[in-house]
């Protein structure tokens, strides 16, 4: 198997890009900025598809579109709390049915640029849209897979340098910022390496698919109720073992795409995770 | 879809007239109708409710509904009912439900991932042409047939008779969770019972705007109408307003367009939510301007800034 170059590519671009999900998906779910993360997944598409009809790297397409919406999100929410003041239940409620506004918006765009792109240069559109949609880990070249592992990896030093104070703005802002942690810095710089690690995992999982790649080893780590640092190494680890679990799968199984296995033992973990939390709960009482 | 368009005379009549001429439009038109009407008012409340990702979550799973009945030989609405059904029961018995919703939401992010998973993976089974996953994904309004049609307004009719039995448990047990279960309303149940609704009126816009749109229609309207007023009756009226605006402009351009309908229902939905952002911003501008009025009801203009 490991004699197969793309199976090579595969797994080292896969397990960087599981270990970056991972961790900045345990402190999405941490914040409670999962839909945030969703919508940036989804931006992904037209980044690729408009990068495509105007034939440059898809990858820049790709960074260009994820980074802006990250930091575009970031400021609305900060704009809507500062616009309704004092009415804190309102500005929070004005974030979910607002991203949910912003992505059916930003796929719409996807669907005109799919279109023209279909209209401008015969049958390779729909593999485009597939390819972006639901990735194509197995089709990574040498030098993109090097490219996405060094990527996730600065991205894993980055998370590393700003854990601590985004754990503490997470938990108690409040009290963050009564102690000088520039809170709102953060965030806009936490959204913005989740652009990051959105315009990578769509090239491995694809843009749909990121979001269980973010949950599903959070939400697991979470549902076993471990602590901080111990959680976020363990949605990382649950992440690599799934990216390459489901890599071989998917090598074993060649009907299966490599996406559908990856998530699907993303899911697995997860309930497990519930399993194993609701069997704890009924052995306490 | 590569077809040359009819190009546009000007004359809103003799435009109008000419859509009308074909049955096609014809069942476009009231299919998109019926879905705008449900979806706004469903939307509407699902906004109140704060359940937009479960209400995304739902739109997803009509994804390998379509992609299965595909796989199976049976017709596509059936798959959006039958996953979308699924996917309400699996949300609602998501740990944390009722609690916080933080566990929730990783609970449902994991559902619609592996929602998602699975349509692609049908997909790769069923092995057909890559064109048609843009139909899955976007949808095919102007390919609904009759049946289509029947079966449509009578779901639109269900939901909208449904709903105006629980609508006042419900409103109650969205906004005061507490205070409704205190009062006897069953919390839990409600709760479910509007997931299935959701579920159905997704089920339904799916086949207008295909499942990656669904929520154009459902959140797009309410989050305008939240904007303008805050009274409930004229909130709702508005957000149905809007929604059917949203499908007849949409479609009316999509005739004499290449592009796909549900991109332009999508974008007309969008230019609504903008119109509306702005006449709110305008209208907290001239209050702080007069700090004597203090009373927070909204002048009446706000609502004739909906046009726009």
Redesign the interface.
């Known amino acids: 198997m490991l004699g197969q170059e793309y199976m090579r590519n595969a797994l080292l671009a896969g397990g960087f890009i599981a270990l970056a999900c991972g961790v900045c998906g345990w402190f999405v779910?941490?914040r409670?900025q999962?839909?945030a993360?969703?919508a940036l997944s989804h931006v992904a598409f037209p980044g690729a598809l408009a990068a495509a009809a105007a034939g440059i790297d898809e990858r820049i397409g790709l960074f260009a579109a994820t980074i802006t919406a990250a930091v575009g999100i970031a400021l609305l929410g900060r704009g809507a709390l500062a616009?309704r003041g004092s009415r804190a239940a309102g500005a929070a409620?004005a974030d979910?049915?607002?991203?949910?506004?912003l992505?059916?918006?930003v796929?719409?765009v996807g669907?005109?640029f799919?279109?023209?792109f279909?209209?401008g240069s015969g049958g390779s559109a729909?593999?485009q849209?597939?390819r972006t949609?639901?990735g194509s880990i197995f089709g990574l070249g040498a030098g993109e897979a090097q490219f996405a592992a060094i990527v996730a990896a600065l991205v894993l030093v980055a998370m590393a340098a700003i854990a601590r104070p985004l754990l503490f703005a997470s938990v108690a802002p409040a009290l963050a910022g009564a102690r000088g942690v520039p809170t709102r810095l953060l965030s806009i710089g936490f959204m913005a390496i989740l652009g990051v690690v959105a315009a990578e995992a769509t090239q491995a999982v694809?843009a749909?698919?990121?979001?269980?790649?973010?949950?599903?080893p959070?939400?697991a780590a979470?549902?076993l109720r471990v602590p901080s640092a111990a959680g976020a190494l363990l949605a990382s680890a649950l992440a690599l073992a799934a990216m390459w679990g489901g890599l071989v799968l998917a090598y074993l199984v060649p009907?299966?795409?490599p996406?559908?296995s990856?998530?699907?033992l993303?899911?697995l973990a997860?309930l497990g995770a519930?399993a194993v939390?609701?069997g704890a709960g009924g052995a306490h009482r | 879809?590569?077809t040359e368009a009819p190009a546009p005379s000007w004359n809103p009549l003799r435009d109008l007239s000419q859509i009308l001429e074909y049955h096609f439009m014809i069942n476009a038109l009231a299919a998109s109708s019926a879905v705008a009407v449900v979806a706004a008012l469903v939307g509407w409340m699902m906004?109140m409710r704060?359940e937009?990702?479960a209400?995304?979550t739902l739109a997803?799973m009509a994804f390998p509904g379509a992609a299965a009945a595909a796989l199976a030989g049976v017709p596509a609405a059936l798959g959006y009912l039958v996953f979308c059904g699924a996917g309400a029961v699996a949300i609602a018995r998501l740990?944390g439900a009722a609690g916080s919703?933080?566990?929730e939401?990783?609970?449902?992010?994991?559902v619609?991932?592996?929602a998602?998973?699975?349509g692609?993976?049908f997909v790769?089974?069923y092995g057909g042409?890559?064109?048609d996953?843009?139909t899955l994904?976007?949808g095919d309004v102007l390919g609904v047939s009759d049946g289509q049609v029947v079966v449509l307004v009578c779901v639109a009719l269900g939901v909208l008779v449904l709903l105006a039995a629980i609508a006042r448990p419900l409103l109650l047990s969205s906004v005061d969770a507490p205070l409704a279960a205190a009062r006897g309303v069953p919390v839990r149940r409600l709760a479910l019972v509007f997931l299935a609704m959701l579920a159905l009126a997704v089920a339904s816009a799916s086949q207008v705007t295909g499942p990656?749109?669904?929520?154009?229609l459902?959140?797009?309207p309410?989050?305008s109408a939240?904007v303008l007023t805050v009274r409930p009756v004229a909130s709702l009226a508005l957000s149905v307003a809007l929604g059917l605006v949203a499908v007849w402009l949409g479609m009316g351009i999509a005739y004499f367009s290449?592009?796909?309908p549900?991109?332009f229902i999508?974008?007309t939905?969008?230019a609504c939510?903008l119109a509306a952002r702005l006449a709110g911003l305008a209208r907290?501008r001239r209050r702080r301007r007069a700090p004597q009025a203090s009373e927070p009801v909204p002048p009446a203009t706000g609502l004739a800034g909906a046009g726009g």
């Open positions: 779910v941490l409670g999962l839909f993360g969703d616009g409620l979910d049915a607002d991203i949910g506004v992505f059916a918006f796929l719409a669907l005109y799919l279109t023209r279909s209209l729909g593999v849209a597939s949609l639901f694809g749909l698919l990121l979001l269980g790649l973010l949950a599903g959070a939400g979470q549902q009907s299966l795409p996406s559908t990856v998530i699907g993303c899911m997860y519930v939390r609701r | 879809m590569l906004v704060r937009t990702f209400g995304h997803m740990p919703w933080r566990e939401a990783a609970g449902v992010g994991v619609q991932a592996m998602l998973a699975l692609f993976l790769s089974l042409v890559l064109g996953l843009e994904l976007f990656l749109l669904v929520l154009a459902l959140v797009m309410a989050a939240r290449v592009y796909p549900s991109m999508a974008f939905a969008f939510y907290e």
